[in-house]
């Protein structure tokens, strides 16, 4: 995404869109390959990381 403030924008915000065979599609529709699980000497770290962000930015 691109953060900036032009045109008839009234502050800073992100441009994000995501392009499939040069036709914009909708993100949250798009079928992504799976990643791989965490590795078990990662997960209490990432279980740590993750809380944090849920306290921040709530359970959504």
Not at 26 to 44: F, Q
């Amino acid at each position: 995404g691109y953060v900036g403030s032009t045109g008839w924008s009234t502050g800073p915000h992100v441009h994000y869109e995501m392009v499939k065979n040069g036709v914009k599609v909708n993100p949250l529709t798009v079928e992504l390959p799976a990643g791989d699980p965490i590795k078990d000497e990662w997960r209490s770290s990432f279980e740590e990381q993750k809380k944090k962000y849920i306290d921040f930015f709530g359970d959504r």
